[in-house]
């Protein structure tokens, strides 16, 4: 079955920029998208289609791809960034929705 | 602003079948597609399964075809069942409405979920 693989976790420190990466070989064919999520809360979509952001994300999120990986950045890191961030995709066939396993970002 | 609420017994037996409803208030649901999604505790999300009010649908072959959607419009819900349960299942499920939109550059439909329920929590035990 597809996968999409993302580090475990990832630590930055208030101010700096986080960088959280995603890999996938259907993903050059394919939109990413991202999710955050607080503990006890249900996932928000931050960012879809690779690089949108909803209405009402803050601009220092932002994410890029360049084959197949795609990386999440996130800018000027606040403690209230501190989550977990999924990325999502879709297999080669186009059927399936796949998540990625999850990167606990802490903020230092 | 579109709110998803799910619903359904907190606990089910081993061997039975788990059943849950999301209520969807302040958009149709014919308008969209409908998602499930669960957690185990301490663990990543995943997607179970989609489906809209024309009857399309898809499962996630993960779930070894234990898995039935259905959509209610009149009462403006969706519905999961999982047959078949054991601990393996237990988990927080959420659902989630789905945008689907075509994209000429890739040649394809894509689709994300951009609003989620709150989430509830099953366990399954004897």
């Known amino acids: 079955s597809y996968e999409l693989t993302q580090p475990p976790s990832v630590s930055v420190s208030p101010g700096q920029t986080a960088r959280i990466s995603c890999s996938g070989d259907?993903?050059?064919?394919?939109?990413s998208y991202w999710y955050q999520q607080k503990p006890g809360l249900a996932p928000v979509l931050i960012i879809f289609k690779d690089s949108e952001r909803p209405s009402g994300i803050p601009e220092r999120f932002s994410a890029s791809s360049a084959g197949t990986v795609v990386t999440l950045v996130i800018s000027g890191v606040q403690a209230e960034d501190e989550a977990d961030y999924y990325c999502?995709?879709?297999?080669?066939?186009?059927?399936?929705?796949?998540f990625g396993g999850g990167t606990k970002l802490t903020v230092l | 602003q579109v709110q998803l609420q799910e619903s359904g017994p907190g606990l089910v037996k081993p061997s039975e079948t788990l059943s849950l409803t999301c209520t969807v208030s302040s958009v149709s649901i014919s308008s969209s597609f409908w998602s499930w999604i669960r957690q185990p505790a301490g663990k990543g999300l995943e997607w179970i399964g989609r489906i809209d009010t024309n009857g399309n649908n898809q499962y996630n072959p993960s779930l070894r075809g234990r898995v039935t959607m259905s959509v209610d419009t009149a009462k403006n819900h969706f519905s999961l069942k999982v047959d078949s349960v054991t601990a393996a299942d237990t988990a927080v499920y959420f659902c989630?409405?789905?945008?689907?939109?075509?994209?000429?550059?890739?040649?394809?439909?894509?689709?994300?979920?951009?609003?989620w329920g709150k989430g509830t929590a099953v366990t399954v035990s004897s």
């Open positions: 989630a409405r789905g945008r689907r939109a075509y994209s000429y550059g890739l040649n394809l439909y894509y689709y994300y979920m951009d609003v």
């Open positions: 259907a993903l050059p064919k394919q939109y």
């Open positions: 999502q995709s879709a297999d080669s066939s186009n059927t399936y929705v796949v």
